[in-house]
Protein backbone atom coordinates (compact mmCIF):
# COMPACT_ATOMS: atom_id res chain seq x y z
CA UNK A 1 0.00 0.00 0.00
CA UNK A 2 1.26 3.51 -0.90
CA UNK A 3 0.08 6.12 1.56
CA UNK A 4 0.67 8.70 -0.82
CA UNK A 5 -2.52 7.31 -2.23
CA UNK A 6 -4.71 7.35 0.64
CA UNK A 7 -7.75 9.31 -0.17
CA UNK A 8 -10.02 11.70 2.67
CA UNK A 9 -13.59 11.02 2.52
CA UNK A 10 -16.10 13.95 3.89
CA UNK A 11 -19.28 11.99 4.38
CA UNK A 12 -21.85 15.09 4.79
CA UNK A 13 -23.67 14.83 8.41
CA UNK A 14 -27.56 15.88 8.72
CA UNK A 15 -26.28 18.92 10.41
CA UNK A 16 -24.51 19.98 7.39
CA UNK A 17 -21.04 19.35 8.55
CA UNK A 18 -18.33 16.90 7.94
CA UNK A 19 -16.96 13.84 9.23
CA UNK A 20 -13.42 12.14 8.12
CA UNK A 21 -12.63 8.98 7.06
CA UNK A 22 -10.30 7.20 4.13
CA UNK A 23 -10.30 5.16 0.92
CA UNK A 24 -7.60 3.69 -1.03
CA UNK A 25 -8.03 3.54 -4.56
CA UNK A 26 -8.66 -0.40 -6.45
CA UNK A 27 -9.35 1.07 -9.54
CA UNK A 28 -9.40 4.01 -12.07
CA UNK A 29 -12.58 6.32 -10.46
CA UNK A 30 -12.75 3.49 -7.60
CA UNK A 31 -11.97 3.75 -3.58
CA UNK A 32 -12.47 1.33 -1.21
CA UNK A 33 -13.25 2.08 2.35
CA UNK A 34 -15.23 1.17 5.60
CA UNK A 35 -18.80 1.43 6.03
CA UNK A 36 -19.04 3.17 8.81
CA UNK A 37 -17.24 6.25 6.35
CA UNK A 38 -20.07 5.84 4.15
CA UNK A 39 -22.91 5.27 6.48
CA UNK A 40 -21.64 6.58 9.78
CA UNK A 41 -23.65 5.72 12.73
CA UNK A 42 -26.21 8.51 12.72
CA UNK A 43 -27.20 7.52 9.19
CA UNK A 44 -28.19 3.52 11.20
CA UNK A 45 -32.32 3.08 11.30
Not at 2 to 12: T, Y
Amino acid sequence: MHSKLIAKIRPLKKERTYSIGTGYPIAPDLLITARHVVFPHWMDT
